[in-house]
Nanobody, 127 residues
Framework: QVQLAESGGGVVQAGDSLTLSCVAS????????VGWFRQAPGKEWEFVAA????????YYADSAKSRFTSSRDNAKNTAYLRIDSLKPEDTAIYYC????????????????????WGQGTQVTVSS
């Protein structure tokens, strides 16, 4: 069983950049696709980005295409989400999630397509 742990959140200023990390332990991380979601206070879960198990392909929500970059280093069992030009509306708890590459066709953009989750990391952007 792969276990996920996010880190890298914090309180930042609008316009800053931040890179969140998702470290996996357990089974072979390179067999798992990774997705990133966020939940802002009082709002619904929001899909942000996904990266395939190889790291060669990524997919972004329309709202994330210009400022978010998903990447991974399978040798380090780590996935990353970089956020540039942070805005106050990016304030949320960010979660990474994973599913085995064989369980979903294409990119998984719904939370119920993932079966492994991290505990989340808080990102707060002050104006």
């Amino acid at each position: 069983q792969v276990q996920l742990a996010e880190s890298g959140g914090g309180v930042v200023q609008a316009g800053d950049s931040l890179t969140l990390s998702c470290v996996a332990s357990g089974r072979t991380f390179s067999n798992y696709a990774v997705g990133w979601f966020r939940q802002a206070p009082g709002k619904e879960w929001e899909f942000v980005a996904a990266i395939d198990y190889t790291g060669r392909s990524t997919y972004y929500a329309d709202s994330a295409k210009s400022r978010f970059t998903s990447s991974r280093d399978n040798a380090k069992n780590t996935a990353y989400l970089r956020i540039d030009s942070l805005k106050p509306e990016d304030t949320a708890i960010y979660y990474c999630a994973a599913h085995h590459f064989g369980t979903v066709q294409g990119f998984a953009i719904f939370a119920n397509e993932y079966d492994l989750w991290g505990q989340g990391t808080q990102v707060t952007v002050s104006s």
